[in-house]
């Protein structure tokens, strides 16, 4: 039984995937990542994991199995067994083992097993259809600076007692005459302007002037024409409005078993209680087990966090749950 497929499954809506007598596959959700080397934008993603000291039988695997196949729960538990054999014969004999679409798990010098997770999935179902995006690096040019001729110009330097000749205005510039008419073609353009700009100002503000009005009558009309009718017979019953609040919703749970035995589950949900956990207790779920929780959340961010102080202090092979809706 291939039963990696299953397991590439369960990744996508569960944090931890034990497999019984193997090791568990843990996710934690990454934030979007920029490859300055690359040039590379990453989406989030979850990263995977795998803790081999998590070896204890949840469940969720041989149901999942069980009910995607449709076989009995026992079968599906052997057929673990089996793939697990064949995974740990591999090992021995090839030094390494590959599942697809999770990663490479190989034995180091010291018998140990080193964890490759691939980067062909993305178990982030929030990015779904989101890929790495190339951002070429900006080019920045220098533009070359332009060096502007200079205009050699004739200075004509003249002294206090110099004499001017009487032919004087023969032999004068025509560009001093040029000079002059734009001087006075300028004199008489500000003019204009300026009356030009003060009639423009007196029409604009008759305009406004006379449409104040109109919107000052178009009012006054409004409210004469307007009829109030205040006695009782006149005022008819608005319809009453009916608010519904949302309940708030625990939908994060801190796993600490499953059992098959209803007594087995209510003995450890004694023991919670007694160590001070708001621990509780479902019915029995569709794949015949109680669930035991050491609590449940509103936000994913604190069920986590009381995962890892539950897990330091009492249980290292707690996990969270995410309820379906």
Known sequence: MKIEHYISQLLYRYQCVTVPGFGAFLTDTQSAQWNGTTHTFSPPKKVITFNAY?????????????????????????????????????????????????????????????????????????SFGLSSVVSPSIQREILSQLTEEVLSEEVVETTENEAIPLDAGKRSNPFLKYAAIVVVSAGLLGAGGYFGNQYYQQKIEAETLAVQTKVQQKVDQKIQEATFVLDNTAITSLPAVTLTLKSETFPYHVVAGAFRLEENADRVLRELKKLGYPARKLGVNKHGLYPIFYGSFTSYSEAQQKMQEIKKSHNPEAWVLIEEH
């Open 54 to 126: 998590l070896k204890n039988n949840d469940g969720l695997l041989a149901n999942h199995i069980a009910v995607s196949e449709k076989i009995p729960y026992e079968v599906a538990v052997t057929g673990i067994e089996h793939a697990v054999h064949e995974w740990k014969l591999k090992l021995q004999e090839f030094g390494g083992l590959s599942l697809k679409n999770i990663g490479e798990i190989t034995l180091n010098t010291d018998k140990n097993l080193v964890f490759v997770p691939s980067d062909q999935m993305n178990y982030l179902t929030d």
